[in-house]
Every structure is written in C-alpha cells, then in structure tokens.
C-alpha cells in the first residue's frame, strides 16, 4: 500500500527508475499469482530485475533500435556464414538476463532454493523486461517455448534422448558462456496462419530419429538461434496438420560445420529491432526428430499457449512503460501556468489508462495463475483431461479459454495505450529517441505474433465446444462476484452479475447457432467474456485490498471499469455530474490511499 501518492514529477522520463518497486498495481497483482514462500524469495530477485531494466537495459534498448544487427549471409569469399552480427550493447543485456536465470530459474532450482520456481516467475520477468524492449523479450520467451517442448516430450526411450537433453541444458543454463537461445520457424508464404498448408519437409537418413529438412520458412525470429524448433512433414505423412512432425533444426551440426541452411535476408520491420527476424531457406538442413512422428502440430501448440501468454503479458508490459512516460510529462509538463495533470481532461484520460492498465493486469496474470498450475499438474499432453485429476482438468481448461482472450485483448489495448502515449508527449512523442514512439512500432507487432485477432477469437470458440471450459469460467466468476462484502462493491457486483447472466445467454445462443453465425459474432463474445471476468477480478481484489490494507483505491478502479464497460447512460454520462476521474485523480493514477469509509461516502455513479 501507497500511503502519499506517488510524485512522479521528480522523473524526467520512464527510465532510470526500477520498473518493480514504482509499480505498486503490478507488485500486487503478481503477489497474487505466486505461493507465499515463492514470492517471499522471489521478490528481492523481481526487484534487482526491475532496477537492471529500468537502467542499463532500457538505456541499452534505445540505441539498439536506433542502430540495429546486420546479417551476413556470405563471407569475403562469397561462402554461406550465416552470421548476424549483433550490436554489442545486445550481448551486455543477454548476459544480464540470462545469468539471472530467467530461463534457468523454472526448470532447475535458483541459487538459495531446493526446488524451482512455478511459471509465473518468467512470465513477471518477461513483464518487467517488457517495459524496456518487447522485441528483446521475444528470443527470451522462445528459449523458454522451446525448452518446455524438450523437457516434455524427449524421455529416456527417445532415439534422440542425449543429443536434445543437450539442448535443453543449453536453453535453461544459468551461465551465459553456456547458454543457448531457441525459437520457433512456424510461419510459411503460402501458408500463414493456415499451418496445415506448410510445404516443409522432412527426409529420414541412415541414422535413427536424424532427419534432412527441404523448404522455406518465411517469418524466422531470432533466425541464427541455436536450437529452433520446426514443423516439416516426412515422406507419405498425410495432408494438413495431421501429418505435420517436430524438429530441433540447430545452426551447427554436431561435427560443428554450418548447418545447411540459407539465411536470406532480415525482415525490414516497422519495429522489435532487438530481434533479427528474417527468411530461412532449408536444403538439407540436419534435423532432430522432437516426440512421436506426426504429433508435430499438438507439441507446437503447447509451445504456442507459453508464447501466447508472453505476448499478454509482454502487451502488459509495454502498456506499463506507456502509461509511465504519460505520468512522468503530465506531471512535469507546463502549459498555461499548471502542469497538465491539472486539468481535468487529462486527469480523466490518464485515469482511462491505468483503468485499462490494472484490468490488463488483472486478466493476464489471473491466466498466468492458471497455466502456471496447468504446468505443476499436467505431466504430458496425450494425458486426455478428463484422465487428470480435478485441479489439473481445471486448470487445463481456465488457461485454454484465458489465454488466447488475453493475447487478443492485451494486444489491441497495449496499441491504443502506446498511441496515446504518444498524443500526451505531444510533437516529441511521435520523434525517434522518445520511447513512445519506439513502444508504438513495437507494439503494432502483438496483435500478430502467435495468432491475429480473429484466429484467437474462433480459438475461443473451438475451446468451448471442445473443451466445455464454461464449466470452469462460470465458477471463477461467480467466486469472484461473491468475495465483494463493501456496500460499494456489492453494488458493483450486482451490475456485473446482470452482465455475466447476459454473457451466459450470448454463449447459449451462439452454441445454438450455425458456424457462419458463431465465428461472425466470434470477437464480440472474446470481448464480452473479457469485460465481465476482469470486472469480476478487479471488484474481487478491491475487497481483497479493503480486508487486507485497509485501503478502498481498488475499488475506485473497480468501480470506473464497470462504469466505462457496462453503466446504462442519459446522454452518454454527460448530464449526470459524475467526475471521478478528477475527484480521485490521487488515488488512482498516482497510487494514494483511500479509506473504505469515505468509499461508503460516494455511492457508485449510476446511482
């Protein structure tokens, strides 16, 4: 709890801060996700993250962007290197990640510990890094994918069993002299998002579970990554995913000597500078076979649900440094003889932000919560749910319905947070070497990567058929409505409990209806279920901060996320004197502290 409000006019610009301990709406939130004797260790750990980013890697990040990586695909003598030849500034970063075990930390037990941490931990790390460099975290969140896939599905018994365990201690090394990074070659031309259409493929040689690679991948992040992961199909599999396999596919072979494969060219991207992204051409590329043949697409898909909940909770991140950099000028900028946090627009427009912050917040690491118990439980993927015991089946289909609305909703939110981000910075924020303008290109890439907005919506679709997961979300809502015991939140909970009644109706409808139908009102019902699970969440931890700290502040947000999604208005709110955004500026925006007595005071808007 924040007792004075934070004065955020003694910073020049969001960095040189730590990102964790100036952050009280994140703290809390992932508090919430970790064990208590996990985050009693992992704190101080969280904290020297948030200070090494919020200084040398943020500082780093800058010029990398500005200056970038070249590939070089051929040496003097015009021989196929393959090299990318990274900023220096990228190494000093890796190093500082790596060697503090952020892929190292959930596999194998950390320095001070006997077991290793649950996946919430990367993830808040990734979070953290997030508010530097999203395209810096994406080669992180891959080794992390990547290695996941390995510890899962390459036993004792597997023909490959040593060579990929390999890999696997590379990925998750703590040391940067040994550590290695991974990534995922998914993406084909003419395939894209239709993965089952991948050309790929995958020819047997003399040795066991050892494969030859034909083909081309067209959108190759971290293209020189040492252990990437690779969908190709071998002789006589059949068409479509059905038929797809799994591949390590490394940069040297196992005598040293390149790998045969040609790196084309890097993409010229709009943004995600710190990530060399490019074209691979595949001709004969030595390959190592990744669980059972023609399982590919199902193995992939568990790298996916990882690499879809990293993009929340990079989308998260991002969307933490925009609203920082939007405090910091508000709160330093003059224009007609007051700082513009004065004036009432701007207070209303930076309470929308840290609304739209906290309920990002809320939602993703409520689907971290979820996953990282999905991951302590679940042991292999072939496991049909129903075979796992009742806290693993719960978890197995919260995460499935939470993640890919949380990757659809963070993305678009983290855009519209960096775009006025930008407007608040005024002609500065629209100027390379302000970092919204870097947050805005970066952040144009998270509604693409690990599946566009409208695959995540039909996604939802598929898990409520197939998976019944309404089962499960019905309760959590409901668990979550009932927590409120404040008259002000019982109020709340009784607007939402209408809305999550009307979002039940939506769903029996549109279970009732014809596929055409179904997949055009697809978005609309990932929004809906959005809206109504964090109003849930956000009234839950507002009686949850009141019993705890005595402290109403998260109501206010509470209550001005339930006003903006669901209150029925005269004149669209202009006529009912309601205002507060600018009565609570303090509190909401800069982190002060209300009491629940002068919550009871001030009866909710629509009142």
């Known amino acids: 709890m924040v007792d004075t409000p934070i004065d955020y006019s003694q910073y020049e610009e969001g960095r040189h801060v730590n990102y964790w301990t100036l952050d009280p709406a994140l703290r809390a939130e992932v508090e919430r996700t970790y064990p208590d004797a996990a985050f009693e260790w992992a704190e101080s750990e969280l904290s020297d993250l948030g200070a090494v980013t919020g200084h040398t890697i943020a500082d780093n990040a800058e010029i990398i962007d500005r200056e970038g990586h070249e590939l070089r695909t051929y040496d003097k003598h015009g021989e196929i290197q393959n090299h990318v030849q990274y900023h220096p500034l990228q190494h000093e970063n890796d190093q500082l990640v790596y060697d503090r075990g952020v892929t190292h930390d959930i596999f194998h037990a950390p320095p001070g510990r006997d077991d290793p941490l649950g996946f919430q931990h990367v993830l808040t790390q990734q979070t953290i890094l997030s508010f530097a460099d999203g395209g810096f975290v994406c080669p992180v969140s891959m080794t992390t994918g990547a290695a996941i896939v390995l510890e899962k599905y390459v036993d004792e018994d597997h023909p490959n069993a040593d060579l990929l365990d390999e890999y696997f201690q590379g990925l998750t090394s703590r040391d940067y002299d040994d550590h290695i990074e991974g990534a995922m070659f998914l993406t084909e031309k003419q395939g894209g998002s239709d993965v089952g259409a991948n050309e790929t493929t995958a020819e047997p040689t003399d040795e066991e579970g050892i494969y030859e690679l034909y083909g081309e991948k067209w959108f190759c992040s971290n293209i020189d990554a ?173 995460m499935r319905l939470l993640v890919p609305i949380a990757k659809y909703k963070t993305a678009r939110m983290a855009v519209d947070t960096a775009s006025y981000a930008c407007e608040v910075l005024g002609g500065n924020g629209y100027v390379n070497g302000f970092a919204t303008e870097r947050m805005l290109r970066d952040s144009q890439v998270l509604p693409i990567w690990e599946g566009t907005s409208n695959v995540l919506s039909l996604d939802v679709l598929r898990v409520l058929n197939r998976e019944a997961a309404h089962e499960e979300l019905f309760p959590l809502v409901e668990d979550s409505l009932d927590a409120a015991d404040h008259p002000h939140l019982d109020h709340l909970a009784g607007t939402v409990a209408d809305e999550f009644q009307s979002m039940q109706e939506a769903m029996i409808s549109l279970a009732t209806e014809d596929q055409d139908y179904a997949q055009h009102e697809a978005k609309q019902l990932a929004d809906y279920i959005f809206d109504v699970v964090t109003a849930a969440l956000l009234i839950e931890r507002a009686q949850d901060a009141i019993d705890k700290h005595n402290d109403a502040r998260k109501a206010l947000v509470a209550e001005w996320f339930v006003e903006t999604r669901f209150a029925e208005q005269d004149a669209r709110g202009i006529t009912d004197g309601e205002k507060l955004p600018d009565d609570h500026f303090a509190e909401i925006v800069r982190h002060g502290s209300l009491s629940p007595d002068q919550l009871a005071d001030a009866a909710p808007a629509d009142d």
């Open 226 to 398: 040492e252990g990437t992961l690779a969908l190709a199909r071998r002789p006589d599999a059949p068409e479509g995913t059905a038929g797809l396999s799994l591949f390590l596919v490394p940069h040297t072979k196992r005598d040293g000597s390149l790998n045969d494969q040609l790196y084309r060219r890097l993409k010229d991207k709009l943004g995600t500078i710190a990530v060399p992204t490019g074209e691979v051409e595949f001709r004969g590329a030595e390959a190592y076979l990744v669980g059972e043949p023609e399982n590919g697409f199902k193995l992939m898909a568990e790298m996916m649900n990882f690499e879809r909940l990293t993009n929340a909770t990079g989308s998260v991140g991002g969307m933490g440094r925009c609203l920082l950099e939007s405090k910091v000028q508000a709160a330093t900028r003059d224009a007609f003889g007051e700082t513009i946090q004065e004036y009432p627009l701007m207070r209303r427009d930076l309470v929308n932000m840290q609304t739209d912050y906290e309920a990002a917040l809320a939602f993703t690491f409520e689907a971290t919560r979820h996953y990282a118990d999905y991951m302590a439980n679940e042991q292999r993927l072939d496991e049909a749910p129903a075979d796992r015991d009742d806290d693993a089946a719960r978890a197995f289909k919260l």
